[in-house]
């Protein structure tokens, strides 16, 4: 079944019409399915997750999730930045359960809730640490529990490996699978990596330069190994 859904959807980020990020844009995500999403810098792609995140709408067309239009960020849809935006002063288990809180979730059950994703994240150990007290892996997966806290339908990834190196990489891409297959959520997943779209995605859709559409799609001979 399909959980998100854009028809023929267009952005422009100003009053002129000729002068598109993206067009024409039409793309489904199955449930389950993990899409990764290539193309070269600055042809929309973050503008594309920030259309199915509901943070920005599209000048022209529809984007529809469980045949609702998108209208404003939903915990339903979690996001991961390259940059992982956590709170300085708060610690791990804090950065994990501030969303919880904010969805009036009671104090027990979102501790358990953090705990049991702090733990799948590996980052139980650390779970009293700041921020500042962490490597950019580590902070990634704090960033990533946050999101899965939440048991998002959907999780948008907007390059979130890109500021590691090659080890780290690794294993967060490991991770990510892990988590994938066992939390069987959506995910869409920005790389500039072709290598990592091509081992990581269920589904891979390549679009051109700005203003960006979709050039081609093709799906992978994914098998599950690990
Ligand atoms: P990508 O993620 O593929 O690098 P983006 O979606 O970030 O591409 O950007 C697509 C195009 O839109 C780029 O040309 C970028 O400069 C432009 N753009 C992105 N955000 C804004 C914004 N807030 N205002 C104006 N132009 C923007
Ligand atoms: P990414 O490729 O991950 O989108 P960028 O460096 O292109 O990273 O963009 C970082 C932020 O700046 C994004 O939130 C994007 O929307 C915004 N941005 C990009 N280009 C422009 C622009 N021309 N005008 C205003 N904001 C922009």
């Known amino acids: 079944t399909a959980v998100v859904a854009l028809k023929d959807v267009s952005l422009s980020y100003n009053s002129n019409k000729d002068d598109n990020a993206l067009e024409h844009i039409d793309l489904t995500l199955t449930e389950g399915e993990f899409v990764c999403l290539l193309g070269p810098s600055g042809c929309g792609k973050s503008t594309l997750l920030k259309i199915i995140a509901g943070f920005i709408s599209p000048t022209a067309g529809t984007a529809v999730m469980d045949g609702e239009p998108i209208n404003g960020a939903d915990w339903h849809r979690g996001v991961v930045f390259q940059q992982p935006p956590l709170y300085p002063w708060l610690n791990v288990m804090e950065n994990v359960m501030f969303g919880l809180k904010m969805r009036n979730i009671p104090v027990h059950e979102s501790r358990r809730l953090a705990e049991e994703y702090i733990d799948k994240v590996g980052l139980r150990e650390f779970r009293h640490c700041k921020p500042y007290e962490l490597s950019g892996g ?18 948008l990834m907007d390059e979130p490996f890109g500021a590691l190196d090659a080890l780290t990489r690794e294993q967060m891409q490991i991770l990510v699978r892990n988590i994938w297959w066992d939390s069987k959520c959506t995910i869409l997943f920005i790389t500039h990596d072709v290598d990592e779209a091509l081992s990581l995605g269920t589904r891979v859709i390549v679009m051109s330069k700005r203003p960006g559409r979709i050039l081609r799609e093709l799906k992978t001979e994914f098998t599950y190994k690990i």
Do not use: D, Y
Not at 150 to 155: A, F, G, H, S, Y
């Open 138 to 155: 580590m902070k990634q997966r704090v960033a990533i529990a946050r999101s899965l806290v939440n048991k998002p339908r959907v999780l």
